[in-house]
C-alpha cells in the first residue's frame, strides 16, 4: 500500500471531484447564459452564485494542491511509522492544517453563498405577502448565524497554526 492508496485511491477521488466540479461549474455557466441572453442583465442572485462558484474553484484549486499531504497523513493514521521517522513530517501536517482550515473555509463559503442566492431569488417572489417575508427575514437570520458558526468551526476548534496546537497528550499544558 502506498500513499497514493488510501481508502480512496487517489486516482478514483480526482475523477469523482473533478466530474462534479465539472458538472457545478457547467451549471453555472449555462444558467448565467440564459439569465443574460433572456433579461439581458445579471440580478444579485446570480453574483452571489457566480462568488460561489469562485469560491468553489479556489477551495478545489486548495484541495488538489494539498492532495499528496492528504494521503500521506492517511497514510501514516493507517500504517503508523515510529515517532523518529514521523518528526520529520511535521511540517507538512502543519502546512496542511493551514490548507483544510482554508479549503473548509472556502467550501462554506460557497455553500452558504448559494444559499443566499436562493433567499435573494425567493425575496422577488414573496416580497407581497407579509407572513412570508416575515418568514424569509427570520430564515435569512438564521442562516446568517449558521454561516458564522459553520466558517468559523475549525478555528474554534483549534485556533492555532503552530506546533502549539499539537498536544502530546490531554493532560499536557
Not at 85 to 93: G, N, T, V, W
Not at 130 to 140: C, E, N, S
Not at 157 to 165: G, Q, W
Request: hydrophobic share 55%.
Amino acid at each position: 500500500m502506498t500513499a497514493k492508496d488510501g481508502r480512496i485511491p487517489e486516482p478514483a477521488f480526482k475523477a469523482v471531484v473533478g466530474i462534479f466540479f465539472a458538472i457545478s461549474i457547467l451549471a453555472t455557466i449555462a444558467r448565467t447564459a440564459i439569465r443574460i441572453r433572456l433579461q439581458k442583465k445579471l440580478s444579485f442572485d446570480d453574483w452571489l452564485l457566480l462568488f460561489a462558484c469562485f469560491c468553489l474553484c479556489a477551495a478545489i484549486g486548495l484541495i488538489y494542491k494539498s492532495l499528496d499531504a492528504l494521503y500521506i497523513g492517511e497514510e501514516m493514521i493507517l500504517n503508523p511509522l515510529p515517532l523518529e521517522q514521523s518528526l520529520r513530517f511535521i511540517p507538512q501536517a502543519l502546512w496542511f492544517e493551514k490548507m483544510l482550515d482554508a479549503y473548509l473555509c472556502l467550501l462554506w463559503t460557497t455553500i452558504f453563498a448559494v444559499k443566499f442566492s436562493f433567499l435573494v431569488f425567493f425575496k422577488s417572489l414573496i416580497r407581497r405577502v407579509r407572513g412570508l417575508t416575515v418568514y424569509w427575514a427570520f430564515t435569512v437570520g438564521v442562516t446568517v448565524i449558521a454561516y458564522a458558526f459553520c466558517f468559523n468551526l475549525s478555528f474554534m476548534s483549534c485556533p492555532h497554526f503552530d506546533l502549539s496546537a499539537r498536544k502530546l497528550g490531554p493532560f499536557e499544558n
